[in-house]
């Protein structure tokens, strides 16, 4: 308890997702961009305010929701790891492309086994611990064909996916987070459908979420088997839940919410992972409305005026309440993700800062926390939700037409930090 500096050895970096940089994947989601394209380009104005169709008339455009050549990170990864470490970042959390590796079934590409591991060994040449994730949402086609996580098959599949992948890097990779958010991917894909496989139904929904769990629970099964260095997590994105102007039907809201949204979560998953890798972006202010955002029941009301450009609140307090809920698991926690879509750079320096210091807050409380990774490192396809190309959340913006990288200041601003809080860390105490 009571220290005020980050730990020794804390990992520092930014995350990214295999189908949202690489490039050229082609696996289930990719199939249904294709085939929805048109309508969500049509439909943004009903999707978006105002400012935010004036600032970024791209929504309007079908291959805004193509995630095509994204950053074409596959080619490109040393270039964008030179820059992670110009940058002084000593970690990286990047994702695992399962439709490249068993594009059919139960059929292995050994050149795409070669690919990741020439991409971990960039890795480790540059000094940056791999977070491996294996699962960051979309499947192999065939998976899709087989009903995804709506067959209890799939979580079948998913072992013998892992445990090849387990093998091939065990001696590259400690840190893996086999699933990314899956609690996220069922709301979205399975109960609200707003994003593949698109299904609006409770019963599948719940379905999902059950062969979700008993993936990460097999896997956790055999992880140590393969190695006893291995540490097992598993991502979760966390709202900073907070009742409307405490108004009582309010309170009983967002304890509604929270036991939906993170308690059901860590009893399902807190008995097959060593650690939490916790995913926060903005507060919900609940206020119970019918026709709300939060599976029609609740809204997050706009409270605080400092937006990003996909209007979500900046909050910076909201992560030291997130991470002192998720402290109550007694595992210990990498931030595996937090960020913003702030494409001229005005907010992402200072909301790093902020953020930061109120994970310290969290730190010098006794929460233990071991790494942060801001996302993104790069500009990418938001597929939440098909929001498409045009929210930026990089460190580095891209050009998508020539795919130039440019280092924004507030990555700059990032190294200071990473730096002095590095510096600070390994001074004595007086
Ligand atoms: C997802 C990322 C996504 C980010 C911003 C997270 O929930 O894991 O893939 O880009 O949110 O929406």
Redesign the pocket.
Known sequence: MGTNKFPKGFYWGA?T?SH?VEGNTKNDWTQWEKDNAKRLAETAKARWQDWQQERFPEMFKEENYISGAACDHYNRYEEDFDIAKSLSHNAHRFSIEWSRIEPEEGKFNEKEIEHYKKVLTALRKRGMEPFVTLW??PNPVWIGELGAWENKETAKYFLRYAERIFSEYKDLVKFWMPL??PG?DVALGYLLGNQPPGIRSKLIANAAFKNLMQAQKNVYGIAKSVSPDFQIGC?H?MFDIKPYHNLPWNIIAAKIMDYFANHRFFKAFNHSCDFFGI?Y?QPFFVNAKLGGQFFGLFENKKVIERQSN?GWQIFPEGIANVLRKAARNKKPIYIT?N?L?DCKDEYRGKFIQEHLKFVLQAISEGVDIRGYFH??LLD?F????M?GFW?R?GLVEVDYKTQKRTIRESAWEYKRMIEEYTAASQQKDA
């Open positions: 995350a997702s949202q960051h949402w990314n958010e996220t991502s994105f995913q972006y996909l993700e960020g879509a996302w993104s990418n938001e597929f939440v939700e929001r929210p959340f």
